[in-house]
Nanobody, 123 residues
Framework: QVQLVESGGGLVQTGGSLRLSCAASGRTSSRYAMGWFRQAPGKEREFVAA????????YYADSVKGRFTISRDNAKNTVYLQMNSLTPGDTAVYYC????????????????WGQGTQVTVSS
């Protein structure tokens, strides 16, 4: 059992940047992948980015490639999402997730979910 707590969301103007953080506590596999999903009003939940336990492999949705960067600090059980060149299309609730690599990257069904943090990008 693990608890995931996101922070760093907020309101930013088009072209701006935000960095999301996710702190994990409780028991979880030290080799779990972590990732970010998002859901905007009227849209289905979508995969954003993921990172392997070692940090050596990263994965991004086509819509955020070149703009977002995911990283992690295993010593702190923390994952980050640096978001640059934000547009209104990035407005959504962002969820931190954790799970086996296959659950996050292949199946899109991570074992653990955070409560989410709102990101709003104004025009």
């Amino acid at each position: 059992q693990v608890q995931l707590v996101e922070s760093g969301g907020g309101l930013v103007q088009t072209g701006g940047s935000l960095r999301l953080s996710c702190a994990a506590s409780g028991r979880t596999s030290s080799r779990y992948a972590m990732g970010w999903f998002r859901q905007a009003p009227g849209k289905e939940r979508e995969f954003v980015a993921a990172i392997s336990w070692s940090g050596g492999s990263t994965y991004y949705a086509d819509s955020v490639k070149g703009r977002f960067t995911i990283s992690r600090d295993n010593a702190k059980n923390t994952v980050y999402l640096q978001m640059n060149s934000l547009t209104p299309g990035d407005t959504a609730v962002y969820y931190c997730t954790a799970g086996s690599a296959s659950s996050v990257v292949v199946y899109g069904t991570p074992h653990c979910w955070g409560q989410g943090t709102q990101v709003t990008v104004s025009s």
